[in-house]
């Protein structure tokens, strides 16, 4: 088997379930990577904050002045906020054309953030390959990505900065670039999500964990008892873990035992480094995802490790009817989590270090299709943390209305700033060199703009 071969053959051996295991441990062999010295003097984490289903970004930014915000009330109608209830947005640079933003009302913590420079808001960002007008879209005069408007395609679209094959997402391409700082390299990609394109890189491969940590092979553990027995257990855990003559049962065996070597390591961690102070709401799964992130954050130098790339998800964006209703408790659960995982990187002293970002399916329709909204393109993105350029807007503001110069129907938003300026501005904070930028970023090329100033370097 040639090595290339092999290490395909890791990656998609990541994503079988071990005997005895629910939610599956992936990790490939970095031993390598683990052996070179950690080069890295600080600490840095991106973590990736996934609104499953599209977020609705029109009653998550909306227009307060007085112009757009009538314009944006003709269009969404029973689905409009009422202009009252919106949180104002005072950016330190003034938009251009008079046009105003505010905040959902449920996004109270994350308003206090924008205005403390905590919180920055990306405009309409989606998947592009290069820069696109509405008429190219409509003749189709330009490379496009694939099957626009689709849930399940543009989810990879998103998390991979590709139009082609799905096989690395640019956290895993950002984790390749910076195992060897991490004298654990397990440790480097983390999701709370279970198998995670977002983190799967050539080398780099996903860890996945619950809320509580890795799920043990509970049968396999030392002291553990299988049908009453000691002895049957320690049988199970020497056949899942020993050496074999056949390649592929001994790269599962070497996953296995990684696997419980990596459990017994973070769950030592985890107890060694104590309880946060900071509070977060139960109830709540993606307080729970953040939770367990900040606790392996403070576990950082137990862990061995310099450069971490996390992913989170809450599910429930895909507003198709009772949008108001539904929309209000998922804002409510994005606030509550995201202010309280910064709270906890303040109780870190890690704010400067760790930076949190939005993202998502797509955008969705400006237009009402009675009491919800349709598939979008482009959306607005937030950005937090104590590195963060806050308290601003970038990117091109869209004309609020419909068959604008963005409309490319129902009010779907034309991006105007691509996903691989997004992944670029993030890695270069993270350290990765301009001369990699275009492994994150395969489009950057054919963009202007390619470090969007939200962050500073």
């Known amino acids: 088997m040639s090595e290339l071969s092999r290490r395909a053959f890791l990656k998609r051996l990541g994503y079988l379930t071990a005997a005895g295991v629910a939610n599956p441990v992936t990790i490939n062999l970095m031993g390598m990577a683990e052996a070179a010295a950690a080069t890295a003097t600080d600490y840095k984490a991106l973590v990736c904050v996934f609104l499953d289903g599209g977020n609705d ?24 906020i009422d202009q009252s209830k919106v949180l104002p947005l005072i950016p330190s640079t003034r938009l251009s054309d008079g046009l105003k933003w505010g905040f959902h009302p449920q996004l109270k913590r994350l308003n206090s953030l924008f205005h403390l420079k905590k919180l920055a808001v990306l405009q309409n960002v989606g998947t592009l390959i290069q820069p696109t007008s509405v008429e190219q879209f409509m003749r189709k005069t330009v490379p496009l990505p694939n099957i626009l408007f689709s849930h399940s395609t543009q989810k990879k679209v998103w998390q991979t900065t590709s139009s082609g094959a799905f096989r690395e997402g640019w956290g895993g391409q950002i984790g390749d670039l910076i195992l060897n700082q991490n004298s654990q390299a397990m440790f480097s990609c983390i999701s709370t999500a279970n198998n995670s394109l977002f983190l799967t890189g050539d080398d780099a491969i996903p860890l996945n964990i619950e809320t ?3 799920v043990p092979i509970k049968s396999a553990v030392d002291g553990a008892r299988l049908y ?10 020497e056949l899942i873990i020993s050496e074999r003559y056949n390649i592929m049962e ?22 060694n480094s104590g309880e946060l102070m900071t509070q977060f709401s139960s109830n709540n799964s993606l307080a729970d995802q953040l939770k367990i ?11 061995g490790v310099k ?24 804002m409510s659960l994005v606030d509550d989590a995201l202010a309280s995982f910064y709270e906890a990187t303040e109780e870190l002293n890690v704010t400067q270090s760790v930076t949190t970002f939005t993202a998502s399916d797509f955008g969705r329709t400006f237009s009402s299709n ?7 393109w482009g959306s607005h993105h937030m950005i937090m943390g104590g590195a963060v350029n806050g308290k601003d807007f970038y990117g091109q503001s869209p004309e609020i209305g419909l068959d604008t110069a963005e409309d490319v129907g129902q009010g779907r938003m034309l991006p105007t700033t691509s996903i691989d300026q997004y992944s670029a501005t993030l890695a270069k904070w993270f350290g990765v060199p301009n001369s990699d930028l275009r492994l994150i970023a395969p489009n950057l090329h054919n963009f202007n703009n390619q470090d969007l100033g939200f962050m500073r370097v």
């Open 293 to 303: 992130v900040a606790k392996l954050i403070k576990s950082r130098n137990s862990l």
């Open 57 to 80: 970004q029109a009653n998550t930014l909306i227009p307060i002045d007085s112009t757009n915000y009538a314009e944006y009330e003709k269009i969404r109608q029973e689905i409009a």
């Open 370 to 376: 009675g009491n919800g909204s349709d598939h979008g």
């Open 228 to 237: 009453g027995s000691q002895k049957c257990a320690s049988a199970l855990k």
């Open 212 to 214: 509580n940590g890795i």
């Open 250 to 271: 001994n790269h599962l065996n070497s996953v296995n035992k990684r696997s419980m070597e990596a459990e017994s390591m973070m769950s030592a961690a985890l107890k």
């Open 307 to 330: 450069r971490q790339v996390f992913f989170v998800s809450l599910k429930g964006f895909d507003t198709h009817s009772d949008l108001l209703r539904r929309h209000d408790k998922q």
